[in-house]
């Protein structure tokens, strides 16, 4: 992307400029940001939402329309969309039977999503989700993270958008998808990186004759660089490849086959590599039932291309032929396809529903009991952090990026503004500060925990408050520990603040203060734990010796919590 030729604000201009090109297919919404379908099949009754990093045009946006995706929630390039933006999106959309998130396998996407999802099963919405874990230069049993999700994500919201439109529910959609991404895998490599904005050069450098292989869409280097030894050699090792790694044989299916450029391969190009890649696979006794070549999903103006190969089952070709009508993907259908779409339900959602997140939370706050006790608990929390903000940060740059004592002060500074201007009450402030505002990582995460804290409080009995509030801090601990493990993965021991609040809920049995001294010793011990979760995990050994920042920092809030209820 070159810096001379976009706005101050890249993405959000984009995409009005899409929009306006598009304006008969998709509807721009720009706070919080996401492109929606103009209309849908009548027979669809569950909303397909997809989305990930900029940088990968036309996915996701230019797959949004009738047969294809009800919306598409972009992020800045190659980062993740925030989860606010995915919850509004599927709110948006979400038919009478929910909506399903199609997700590709990268670690922000994966934690983004998870926690939209969380906001929307309780809000009421049915939602599931697919991962597309398809790219087999990063199969390795040596990672947690396990495959990327790249071309196959292409395949999986075709095939699903036809399914969608013959009324198919949503956990039906979901297995379908599941079995999409099984039978697929997809290899990309590159001879020039992507220009990198701010230099103006290529983001790395390869020597003359060598080629990337095994390259990811976000530009991440592969894990080999070789020799280029010729195009016919190099397509058939990338051929030999895939088919060891699809499931199935030659006797069971035939292929659908996407080549795919990564943004400044041409057309000549990439009809030369399907050229080559059907005589291998030919020479391999395989059958290709249908192709796709073009750049669909690109990493900004990297020089390669990846393939896809996805054995279908006999139902799925009909599917991939079905009717559909996008800004990129080839229209099917002729000109008369989904002539009977009808307005999407986000094109006529009544004006008076609560649409945002701060709505629906002061909806939920009028609602509840006494909030005096919440909110002190909450400020005192506050306090706290002010004071160990420091110490946070120090502990963060040891394992970290050094972020955390600002991400966790700068979200509850905005969550006592919410309070003062009477815009929300207590936990509802917290949640809505770090689920709606928060970057990085742990912000979200903790947001879910305080949204379990939240919707405890509103059925708290004021009458009974302190000799319940245990009770609830016990089930609402436990809850938001579910939560945060469902989204993030992590299980105790792996140094995270799931460390702290697993023991932490159980210790509530004997009231605040000692559920805070368990909080304040199991942050300790992180210390002589090894980081499987999380940026620390990247750096292996470099916490040993020093508590984990995020577990030290919700411990302070078990602190707060007793101080208010035990004097």
Request: proline share 4%; net charge negative; with cysteine.
């Amino acid at each position: 992307m070159n810096a001379f030729f976009v706005s101050s604000t890249p993405i959000p201009s984009a995409l009005r400029g899409f929009a306006r090109a598009h304006s008969d297919l998709v509807a721009l919404t720009e706070d919080p940001l996401f492109v929606s379908s103009t209309a849908q099949s009548p027979t669809r009754t569950v909303g397909l939402v997809s989305g990930g990093g900029s940088g990968h045009e036309p996915m996701h946006v230019g797959f949004v329309g009738p047969g294809m995706l009800d919306a598409a929630v972009p992020g800045e390039v190659f980062a993740s969309p925030h989860n606010a933006q995915i919850f509004a999106a599927s709110q948006a959309v979400a038919g009478p039977d929910g909506v399903l998130h199609i997700v590709k396998n990268y670690t922000g996407d994966v934690i983004n999503f998870g926690i939209a999802a969380e906001r929307l099963r309780a809000a009421g919405i049915p939602v599931a989700t697919v991962l597309v874990d398809d790219d087999i230069a990063t199969d390795s049993d040596d990672t947690e993270t396990g495959r990327r999700g790249t071309g196959a994500t292409v395949i999986v919201e075709k095939i699903l958008g036809a399914a969608a439109d013959a009324g198919w529910g949503l956990d039906e959609l979901a297995d379908l998808g599941a079995e999409v991404v099984a039978r697929s895998r997809s290899l990309a490599v590159a001879a020039r990186a992507q220009t990198d904005a701010h230099t103006g050069r290529p983001a790395f450098d390869l020597p003359e004759g060598t080629l990337e292989y095994g390259v990811g869409i976000h530009g991440e280097r592969a894990a080999t660089s070789i020799p280029h030894d010729g195009f016919e050699a190099l397509i058939d090792r990338m051929c030999r490849e895939l088919l060891a790694a699809v499931p199935g044989t030659p006797a069971d299916d035939e292929l659908l086959v996407l080549v795919n450029g990564l943004g400044a391969t041409t057309q000549i190009e990439l009809f030369n590599v399907h050229d080559a890649l059907g005589a291998a696979l030919e020479t391999a006794g395989e059958s290709i039932a249908a192709s796709l070549v073009g750049s669909y999903v690109t990493a900004l103006d990297m020089t390669g291309f990846s393939l896809t190969v996805t054995r279908l089952q006999p139902s799925w070709l009909d599917w991939w032929n079905a009717a559909s009508r996008t800004a990129a993907f080839p229209t099917r259908g002729g000109e008369s396809a989904h002539a009977e779409a009808v307005p999407t339900a986000a094109a006529t959602r009544s004006a008076q529903e609560p649409t945002s997140t701060a709505d629906s939370l002061r909806q939920r706050t009028a609602a509840g009991g006494d909030t005096d006790l919440e909110t002190a608990v909450l400020r005192r929390f506050a306090e706290l952090v002010e004071e160990q903000h420091a110490h946070l940060t120090e502990l963060d740059q040891v394992g970290g990026d050094g972020d955390f004592g600002d991400n966790l002060r700068g979200g509850l500074r905005h969550a006592t503004r919410l309070v003062d201007s009477s815009e929300a009450a207590g936990f509802a402030a917290a949640e809505a500060a770090f689920l709606g505002g928060v970057g990085g990582t742990s912000g979200p995460l903790l947001g879910l925990l305080f949204h379990e804290l939240s919707a405890g409080y509103a059925e708290l009995d004021a009458d009974t408050h302190r000799e319940t509030a245990s009770d609830l801090w016990k089930r609402a601990t436990a809850a938001g520990c579910a939560a945060i493990q469902r989204v993030g993965g992590a299980e105790t021991g792996d140094r995270t603040v799931v460390d702290v609040l697993h023991p932490t809920a159980s210790a509530f049995g004997k009231g605040f203060a000692s559920a805070a001294q368990t909080a304040a010793e199991a942050a300790q011990a992180t210390a002589d734990m090894q980081a499987r979760r999380g940026r620390a995990s990247y750096v292996d050994g470099r916490g040993a010796g020093t508590p984990d920042a995020g577990a030290v920092g919700i411990s302070l809030l078990f602190s707060a919590a007793a101080e208010v209820y035990e004097k």
